[in-house]
């Protein structure tokens, strides 16, 4: 019997909610019927309405047009339409309201634009296997060897020549060169002082 008490019980607390809200709703319906009648006394109130809602709309539109950056790249404002342009979303508005699948925007994009591509082809870059990494530091190696012995042949062409002129005067009056051994203050060299 105390389970169709229970049920009972439930029953009225309801009804009397129910009861509760279906006055606070007459309450507030008739509210609005009295600011319906007086209604809105002056224009410039109502057209100072309309132009906030105005304001209002275009900041929502402003802000639908902001552009959404992809993980891992940055701003840019191409006008060139890509492919795969149509499968992403640049906009709030195309990530909000579009039918875009928003797993394009983890997708990282390789650059195509050969300007900002830079122009050293020993520059190793995620994409290289192991043999073109390689293959790319051995040319760099070789590239830098070149340099190297170029440079050294410069120098000693330049010293030959001054060396002809150079013998003339160093027979007149060479003076010895004193080098003096630097000596540097390093720390295990000392002695520890005896703790007390």
Known sequence: MSRAKELQEKLNLQA????TFSNNTAAVLDWLKESDETGISNDT?????LKDHKELEDGK????????????????FRTQDDASAKEDIHTIGEFIE???KVSS??????????GLQRNNMYRITKDDTKAMIALKRKMRKGEKEGLRKKQEHSKSSVSNSYSASDEEDE???TMPQKS?????GLLFDKKKKARK
């Not at 109130?45 to 309405?49: C, D």
């Not at 402003?62 to 840019?76: D, E, M, R, T, W």
């Not at 925007?105 to 050969?114: E, F, H, N, Q, V």
């Open 171 to 173: 027979d007149a009056g």
């Open 180 to 184: 003096t051994k630097k000596k540097f």
């Open 105 to 114: 925007l983890a997708k990282k994009k390789k650059r195509s634009d050969p």
């Open 98 to 100: 579009g039918d875009k």
């Open 16 to 19: 009397k909610l129910q009861s």
């Open 61 to 76: 539109k402003a802000f639908f047009k902001l552009p959404v950056l992809q993980i891992g790249s940055g701003l840019h």
């Open 45 to 49: 109130e109502r057209n100072k309405q």
